[in-house]
């Protein structure tokens, strides 16, 4: 069994004046390394949950319940100075839209070199930016270290953040959306990139997205999101493989690839959508399999198997089905 | 043979900014059969959207021809291009900036049909409704009010209200979520069925585009780079800039491993397009002879690149454009 480097348990969050947690009781382990990723829809709560690991929520937005535990420390009892020191050092972020994540006054030299400052403390770290920018692959760094960010490509801002982020040499890096919004190209290279940091500095990442494929080639572990929790965890081949929740199926079934072409998937069976998401699964007012007792009757994550646990009441009965089966879906030809 | 419904040939378009011109379309030819859907990719700032608004002519081209049903409109003044919309929609990328924030549903999909004159115009919009596959409760809201998914819906009302024969998709799917984008791909398909619509696809995601389109164009700066029926691309992609791109995909699949085909240097800029081959600057297998002018040669019927590795033993070339595959 590897360790893991970070335990979310129970966490609960909600907005202000909303009766409902945005967030309710989600249980995440992340590796001590290696890539695992944490996917869903928008809306679904991935982006919250890394914010209130970190302590970032929005105005508007608390903790009602859980433990964060990093090093046998919980992250959500620390005071904000506490917190600033972990983003610094222990826990690196990247975003999606890099521009906007960097200052536009400040040439890319200087804010990597204010990074680097604030890690080691020395005072003036400009050569050190330099060496930075080539780790992350930065043509012409000497030149572009002296460049704004408007004058950089998004795919060169990102390895800018991702110099920046080097610099404190994290063990547990939360991207989110990282690619969102790159050409496929580019994408391509910036997790190639992440990937080959990855691996040298033995780091965890936590890569939140909403493309099964980058998942597929990049992380070992994925846990999913529906509705504020976590509906199923489990090794990346297994849930592509064999996914246990109906709403995992859906998303497996309605993939669509490049490398062969596949009939589009269609819903089939009964689905009660104009019925409101009770105490129960969020997923059952769309779920082909869904009875009363799933509206009404709350579920938690269950051990299926080695590594893999499925918040599901019929679970079981489930079990042995094709993936369309699970997603309630049939195929439909390409040109019908 | 039969002319095909829309025929696209060395269209330019040229904008003057500071520091230069931007040369976002340079000499682009095509052609579009009635009832097809052709994909056209490529990466941001190829010349996509413009390529796209030039054929619906919220742009006027540089130079170049744009041919519908026969005739060529690339210079026609905007009172004549007023009629022709009727006949070439558009739906763009982003619904909640593409429709008025303050106009109800009803309002939105309405106002096409009353610009086009559209007879009995309260049946036409029920009709609408039933083909989008929005129930009637939605037509008070406003696009705020609505999902990303009913929007992009409203939108496809609203083009296809006139009834269209061309309509023009730029990324229709790219503001939903992956649960949302295999209806709409489906409501797509099942439209241009049922309405006899034809298609330009216009998209950055190429698992989509396969999954939706029978030909694909590819564009690399400003230039159609590889053209052909979409299972022929995929299977032999031609140009190297097509392989690269298609290397690059990730395949949702943990089983299965590919290998990215790596490029040189760095994204090119629009102001400064090199001589021959647009994509000679960051390809690895660029020769002196790239530096020339490239033509198009045929890989398989209906399928060429501009790429000397294209080039076939016999050397058999189709000329920029207006040819395309053997009858």
Known sequence: MSTNLLTVEDLTVAFEGQSRPVLSRVNLQVPADGWMGLVGESGSGKSLTSLAMIGLLPPGASVLGGRVLMDGVDLLAQSPDQMRRVRGSRIGMIFQSPRSALNPLMTVGAQIARSISHQTGVPHAERGAVELLRKVQMPDPELRVHAYPHQLSGGMCQRVLIAMMLAARPRLLIADEPTTGLDVTVEAEILDLMHSLQEETGMAVLLITHDLGIVAEHCREVAVMYGGRIVEEAPADLLFRDPGHPYTAQLMATLLRADRPVDFAEAVGNRHPDVAAGSGCRYAPRCPHAEQACITTSIELEIAGPGHLVACRRRRQLAGLSIDEKAGMTRVGPRS | ?327
């Open chain 2, 1 to 327: 043979m039969k002319s095909p419904l829309l025929q696209v040939s060395d269209l330019t378009c040229e904008f003057r900014v500071r520091g230069g011109t931007v040369h976002a379309l340079n000499g682009v030819s095509f052609a579009v059969e009635a009832g097809e859907t052709v994909g056209l990719v490529g990466e941001s700032g190829c010349g996509k959207s413009t390529l796209a608004r030039c054929i619906v002519r919220l742009q006027r081209p540089t130079a170049g021809r744009l041919v519908f049903d026969g005739q060529d409109y690339a210079g026609w003044p905007e009172r004549r291009i007023r009629r022709l919309r009727r006949d070439v929609q558009m739906v763009f990328q982003d619904p909640m900036t593409a429709l008025n924030p303050s106009w109800s549903a009803r309002r939105l999909i309405m106002e096409p049909l009353l610009l086009h004159r559209i007879p009995e115009r309260e049946a036409r919009l029920r009709h609408l409704l039933d083909e989008v596959e929005l129930p009637e409760g939605i037509l008070n809201r406003r696009p705020g009010e609505l999902s990303g998914g009913q929007r992009q819906r409203v939108a496809i009302a609203r083009a296809i209200g006139p009834r269209p024969r061309f309509v023009v998709l730029d990324e229709p799917t790219a503001s939903v979520d992956m649960s949302i984008r295999a209806g709409l791909l489906r409501l797509l398909r099942k439209l241009q069925r049922e309405e006899g619509l034809t298609y330009l696809f216009i998209s950055h995601d190429l698992s989509t585009v396969r999954h939706i389109a029978d030909r694909l164009l590819v564009m690399y700066l400003g230039k159609v780079v590889e053209e052909g029926a979409m299972e022929s691309v995929f299977s032999k992609p031609s140009h190297v800039y097509t392989q690269v791109l298609l290397s690059s995909i990730p395949i949702p699949d943990p089983s299965v491993h590919r290998e990215r085909l790596p490029m040189l240097g760095e994204p090119p800029s629009p102001t400064e397009i090199p001589t021959g081959c647009p994509f000679r600057p960051r390809c690895p297998q660029a020769t002196d002879e790239c530096k020339q002018p490239q033509p198009y040669y045929e890989v398989a019927p209906g399928h060429r690149a501009a790429c000397r590795l294209a080039k076939p033993a016999g050397g058999r070339e189709t000329f920029a454009g207006v040819k395309r595959g053997v009858a």
